[in-house]
């Protein structure tokens, strides 16, 4: 019973983005520009000097790009389907949530896995073109890729435990659309999208240690690139998977609430 | 509909009508701002939220600048100006224009079929749809960072230069008025072009705030020509610092930035009220 | 007992903060909320048979979106106890969500962005309805709905009709034995409201499943429910047969006839009256509380008078609701001077 109903709930983003190839060739269009100014923003900006923050050029452009792939990944245009929290919550239609026979922690689960198996499609396909076209470098050895897809995946999880708490926050505040982007924005800016932590001062760091924003990118983009050495890659996976087992029983506490706020206020 | 210019101008003959009109807009205003109110915990959070940006913002745009000293050849000091100016000009943007962003989402509701109905210009009422809450964050980081580019800058402020200064954050903000209203007019017709808005922000949002000649000429080129975010703080800055005759464009185009943001926010305005004439409604 | 619905003495009373007028009031509200109490429903009961269509009418906010809302389990009442098809529907969610179907109004539950046949897979998957049943549940609302016209089209495309008609289908595809259906033909056209009704009907009848309805839509009811529950203002003001309902509050009918001799005698008619007479038009209308209906009426006024002319003008249900609702309005403003709080009209 389960694979099945899964793999229906699964497929909704990539069916819907399938249904509408305008939406598709917009995507591609923005991945490529989208690398194509990273890339040269951050080649620009070494131009006049050598190693910066225990970075050097190729592996600070490395970086960028594969951050701006990484974004791919969960960054699609939510809003047209019509099935985000948020909406649900506008148009009262939240209710049918609560009248399946599926939970709506688990419909939500199902829904984030498509698509962010999806995005993944996306991010690699950009990949295997950045690396042909040797805009990024490959990883070091064989051991460094085992431990980055390992991060990785761990930082996908993680993700979705940041992205589910942004959503779950619309139970309670119902128009909260400028604190999303506001929390999206520092989600962007503490992963290390926008520039590596590396380059940020050191209490900057140390505050970010505390969050759980870098342990989605950062953290196994340091790793690609050896900004975190291999000796130090069994830590870090420790404390990435200690964000993942604090956010899933945080987000199961935060489901349980909004069920009961539903429950006592007719959605 | 016919005429987006509206009922209130409609009648020149009496005076008096325009102040009528600023004074309807600053009650819609005041109403719109207790509305803001009206959702507790939403308005705290947004309030607890700014701060912590705040912090986040300004330490971005220096972070950049300490690290990589003399981009472009560009002094440091000189640098800060450029995402000084960016920030203040968007955020007055998002104060007084910014609603035209995310419109495509609205216009799936049947808004624009509300406002085409009510005698005030529909432009009007969509910048006085909601109170922007959160351009009191955006205004306060982006004067923070201002008073800071210019307490370091080693320029001679005079009232000339001060001047210039204030009429390109105005140019900016209308340079940046204009792309999202363009992005509006796009989805009056296909509700999608959301999509194109919120790349938009997110691209004013990264390369806005660097010397563009770090760029290879084809990219720098395709941001000053093709996505004019140069003219919103990039040229001005140059203008200001000394560096107007290197940026790869006469002088003269870079010293008219503002000029450029003002006749590019009219021309976004007469697209509008033409895709408003041609505005055919949502579906169903 | 399967597909029943029983209710009783069901409440529910919701918290709500009240804003201050003025910036001042707004920011003081900020800081220090003021929290009120309001009764959305009190002590309702009322039982549903299995396969019986019932509906659930009231003026608006009355407090029949509450009453569905708690059946189906979304909402947990404050006090009594609803049973459907046996279970009790906010303890044990999951279980109910299987034994029930439901459409809010124009809210659909169908995917926005996938053709409207993806959003009936993805339901069959998540009611784990067999491929076969599937496909022949489908099938069978296909004939009833014209689904098949519009199935393979984005939900975003659909008009309103289409789309409602999509929502009733998705909401029965599980076959569930009860059916909430809360304003289902709000904002359609006549003829789409007549398919609705026809489907309905063929789900009670053909199907045997429980419907409860609300509406505000007087030739709905009339089509398709054999008894209604009236409530206001959270209580219940009656239960009982439309026929009753007319008893009750519509015995307003007028029958006008021209007679053949414009001196002819006029008298009152047993248990009807004679309301006005200008030379050859007549008037009657109804006397008493023994006043025949308005189609006996007509039969006598036409046995005894000799007429060129006849005409009724009956009260339709939407006058008879009116007078309802207005009633009900005064019963209940009654009963905030009475402490006892007992529901008013019983049952």
Same mark, same amino acid.
């Given at each position: 019973m389960?694979?099945?109903?899964?793999w229906?709930?699964?497929r909704?983003?990539?069916?819907?983005?399938l249904?509408?190839?305008?939406?598709?060739?917009?995507?591609?269009l923005r991945m490529?520009?989208?690398v194509?100014?990273?890339?040269?923003?951050?080649?620009?900006l070494?131009?006049?000097?050598?190693?910066?923050a225990?970075l050097d050029?190729d592996q600070?452009?490395?970086y960028?790009?594969l951050?701006?792939?990484?974004l791919?990944?969960?960054?699609?245009?939510q809003?047209a389907?019509r099935?985000?929290v948020i909406?649900?919550?506008?148009?009262?239609?939240?209710?049918?949530?609560?009248l399946?026979?599926?939970?709506?922690?688990?419909?939500y689960?199902l829904?984030a896995?498509g698509?962010?198996?999806?995005?993944?499609?996306w991010?690699l396909?950009?990949?295997?073109?950045?690396?042909a076209?040797?805009v990024v470098?490959?990883p070091?050895?064989?051991?460094v890729?085992?431990v980055?897809?390992?991060s990785a995946?761990l930082?996908q999880?993680?993700?979705?435990y940041?992205?589910?708490?942004?959503?779950?926050?619309?139970?309670?505040?119902?128009?909260?659309?400028?604190?999303?982007l506001?929390?999206?924005?520092?989600?962007?800016?503490?992963s290390?999208?926008?520039?590596p932590?590396?380059?940020f001062?050191?209490?900057?760091i140390?505050?970010s240690?505390?969050l759980?924003?870098?342990a989605?990118?950062?953290?196994?983009?340091?790793l690609?690139v050896?900004?975190?050495?291999?000796?130090?890659?069994?830590?870090q996976?420790?404390?990435?998977?200690?964000w993942v087992?604090a956010?899933a029983?945080?987000t199961?506490?935060?489901w349980?609430?909004a069920?009961?706020?539903?429950?006592s206020q007719?959605? | 509909m016919?005429?987006?210019?509206?009922?209130?101008?409609?009648?020149?003959?009496?005076?008096?009508?325009?102040?009528?009109?600023?004074?309807i807009?600053?009650r819609?205003t005041?109403?719109?701002?207790?509305?803001?109110?009206?959702?507790?915990?939403?308005f705290?959070?947004?309030?607890?939220?700014?701060a912590?940006?705040?912090?986040?913002?300004?330490v971005?745009?220096?972070?950049?600048?300490?690290r990589?000293?003399?981009?472009?050849?560009?002094?440091s000091?000189?640098?800060?100006?450029?995402?000084?100016t960016?920030?203040?000009?968007?955020?007055?943007?998002v104060?007084?224009l910014?609603?035209?962003?995310g419109?495509g989402?609205?216009?799936?509701?049947?808004?624009?079929?509300?406002?085409?109905?009510?005698?005030?210009?529909v432009?009007?009422?969509?910048?006085?749809?909601y109170?922007?809450?959160?351009a009191?964050g955006?205004l306060t980081?982006a004067?923070g960072?201002?008073?800071?580019?210019l307490?370091?800058?080693n320029?001679?402020?005079?009232?000339g230069r001060?001047?210039? @200064?204030?009429?390109?954050?105005l140019?900016?903000?209308? @340079?940046?008025?204009?792309?999202?209203t363009a992005?509006?007019?796009?989805?009056?017709?296909f509700?999608?072009a959301?999509?194109?808005?919120?790349w938009?922000e997110?691209?004013?949002?990264?390369?806005?705030?660097?010397?563009l000649?770090?760029?290879?000429?084809a990219?720098?080129g395709f941001l000053?020509?093709?996505?004019?975010?140069a003219?919103?703080?990039?040229?001005?800055?140059?203008v200001?610092?000394?560096?107007?005759?290197?940026?790869?464009v006469?002088?003269?185009?870079?010293?008219?930035?503002p000029?450029?943001?003002?006749?590019a926010?009219?021309?976004?305005?007469?697209?509008?009220?033409?895709?408003?004439?041609h505005y055919t409604g949502?579906?169903? | 007992?399967?597909g029943s619905i029983?209710?009783?003495?069901?409440?529910?009373?919701f918290?709500?903060?009240?804003?201050?007028?003025?910036?001042?009031?707004?920011?003081?509200s900020?800081?220090k909320?003021?929290r009120v109490?309001?009764e959305?429903?009190?002590?309702?009961?009322?039982?549903v048979?299995?396969g019986e269509l019932l509906?659930?009418?009231?003026?608006n906010?009355?407090?029949?979106?509450?009453?569905?809302?708690?059946?189906?389990?979304i909402?947990?009442p404050?006090?009594?106890?609803a049973r459907?098809?046996g279970?009790?529907?906010?303890e044990?969610?999951?279980r109910?969500a299987?034994?029930?179907g439901?459409?809010?109004g124009?809210?659909?539950?169908?995917?926005?962005d996938?053709p409207?046949?993806?959003?009936?897979?993805?339901?069959?998957d998540?009611?784990?309805?067999?491929?076969?049943?599937?496909r022949a549940r489908?099938?069978?609302?296909?004939?009833?709905?014209e689904?098949?016209?519009?199935?393979?089209?984005?939900?975003?495309h659909?008009s309103?009709?289409q789309?409602?008609r999509?929502?009733?289908?998705?909401?029965?595809l599980?076959?569930?034995q009860v059916?909430f259906l809360?304003?289902p033909?709000?904002?359609m056209?006549?003829v789409?409201?007549?398919?609705?009704?026809?489907?309905l009907r063929?789900?009670?009848?053909?199907?045997g499943?429980?419907v409860?309805?609300?509406?505000?839509?007087m030739?709905e009811v009339?089509?398709l429910?054999?008894r209604?529950?009236l409530?206001?203002?959270?209580?219940?003001v009656l239960?009982?047969t439309?026929?009753?309902i007319?008893?009750?509050?519509g015995?307003?009918?007028?029958?006008?006839?021209?007679?053949?001799?414009?001196?002819?005698?006029?008298?009152?008619?047993?248990?009807?009256?004679?309301?006005?007479?200008?030379?050859?038009?007549?008037?009657f209308?109804?006397?008493?509380?023994?006043a025949?209906?308005?189609?006996?009426?007509?039969k006598q006024v036409?046995?005894r008078?000799e007429?060129?002319?006849?005409?009724i003008d009956?009260?339709?249900l939407?006058d008879?609701?009116?007078t309802?609702?207005?009633?009900?309005e005064?019963?209940?403003s009654?009963q905030a001077e009475?402490p006892?709080?007992a529901p008013?009209g019983?049952d």
């Open positions: 389960a694979a099945v109903h899964a229906r709930a699964a909704v983003t990539p069916l819907g983005e249904h509408s190839p305008p939406r598709m060739t917009a995507e591609l490529t520009v989208q194509v100014l990273v890339a040269s923003l951050w080649r620009g070494y131009a006049a000097s050598g190693t910066t225990g050029r600070a452009v490395t960028a790009v951050a701006t792939l990484a791919r990944v969960r960054n699609l245009d809003f389907g099935d985000t909406q649900h919550m506008h148009f009262g239609t939240i209710v049918y949530w609560y399946r026979p599926l939970a709506p922690q688990r419909y689960a829904r896995l698509e962010q198996l999806y995005g993944l499609v991010a396909a950009g990949y295997a073109v950045c690396l076209a040797g470098q490959p070091k050895s064989a051991a890729a085992g980055f897809v390992l995946l930082g999880w993680v993700m979705y940041v992205m589910l708490v942004i959503d779950q926050l619309c139970f309670w505040t119902l128009r909260n659309g400028a604190a999303m506001i929390l999206i924005f520092a989600q962007n800016l503490l290390g999208v926008y520039a932590l590396w380059f001062p050191d209490w900057f140390t505050m240690g505390f759980p924003f870098q989605t990118l950062s953290v196994p983009l340091s690609y050896g900004r975190i050495p291999l000796s130090d890659a069994g830590a996976l420790l404390v990435q998977a200690a087992v956010l029983l945080f199961r506490l935060l349980r609430r069920a009961r706020r539903v429950i007719g959605g | 016919s005429s987006e210019a509206g009922t209130l101008k409609s009648r020149p003959g009496r005076p008096g009508r325009p102040w009528k009109a600023v004074r807009m600053w819609i005041r109403l719109n701002f207790r509305a803001q109110l009206e959702y507790r915990s939403e705290l959070m947004m309030v607890a939220i700014g912590v940006w705040q912090v986040s913002v300004i971005f745009a220096t972070v950049l600048l300490t990589f000293t003399g981009m472009g050849g560009w002094d000091s000189d640098v800060l100006l450029i995402p000084a960016r920030m203040l000009a968007h955020g007055l943007f104060l007084f910014g609603r035209v962003h419109l989402r609205h216009i799936q509701e049947g808004v624009i079929d509300t406002y085409l109905v009510r005698p005030m210009p432009y009007r009422q969509l910048q006085l749809s109170f922007p809450t959160n009191i955006d980081v004067a960072l201002m008073v800071g580019a307490s370091r800058s320029l001679d402020w005079t009232a001060i001047t210039y @200064l204030v009429v390109c954050v140019g900016g903000m209308l @340079l940046e008025a204009a792309l999202f992005v509006a007019c796009a989805s009056l017709r509700p999608a959301d999509y194109w808005g919120r938009l997110e691209l004013l949002g990264t390369f806005g705030s660097y010397p000649n770090v760029l290879p000429k990219v720098g000053t020509f093709g996505l004019p975010l003219f919103v703080a990039y040229f001005p800055a140059a200001l610092t000394g560096h107007g005759s290197s940026t790869g006469p002088y003269w185009l870079a010293a008219a930035s000029l450029l943001g003002l006749a926010y009219l021309a976004s305005r007469l697209l509008w009220k033409w895709s408003l004439r949502v579906n169903g | 007992m399967s029983q209710v009783r003495g069901l409440s529910r009373t918290h709500t903060t009240v804003r201050r007028p003025g910036l001042a009031g707004a920011l003081k900020l800081i909320p003021d109490a309001k959305a429903v009190v002590d309702v009961s009322f039982d048979a299995p509906a659930l009418l009231g003026p906010g009355a407090g029949k979106s509450t009453t569905i809302k708690m059946l189906t389990g909402l947990t404050t006090a009594g106890e459907v098809a279970v009790v529907p906010y044990e969610r999951e109910n299987r034994n029930i439901a459409v809010f124009q809210r659909t539950q169908l995917w926005w996938l409207v046949r993806e959003s009936f897979a993805i339901l069959r998540i009611y784990e309805v067999p491929n076969a049943e599937h489908l099938g069978e609302f296909d004939d009833l709905l689904l098949s016209s519009f199935w393979d089209t984005r939900v975003r659909l309103l009709g789309r409602v999509c929502d009733l289908a998705a909401a029965l599980h076959d569930p059916v809360d304003e033909t709000i904002g056209d006549v789409v409201k007549e398919q609705v009704r026809e489907f063929h789900q009670v009848e053909e199907r499943r429980t409860l309805l609300t509406t505000h839509d030739t009339e089509r429910a054999e209604v529950v409530i206001n203002h959270g209580r219940l239960d009982g439309l026929d009753e007319r008893r009750k509050f015995s307003t009918w007028q029958v006008r006839a021209t007679l053949a001799d414009p001196h002819a005698r006029v008298e009152p008619l047993e248990g009807i009256s004679l309301l006005r007479r200008e030379g050859p038009q007549v008037v209308g109804p006397d008493g509380p023994t025949p209906t308005v189609h006996q009426a007509l036409i046995e008078y007429v060129t002319d006849i005409a009956e009260a339709d939407e008879v609701m009116r309802a609702y207005v009633q009900a005064a019963a209940s009654a009475v006892s709080g008013a019983g």
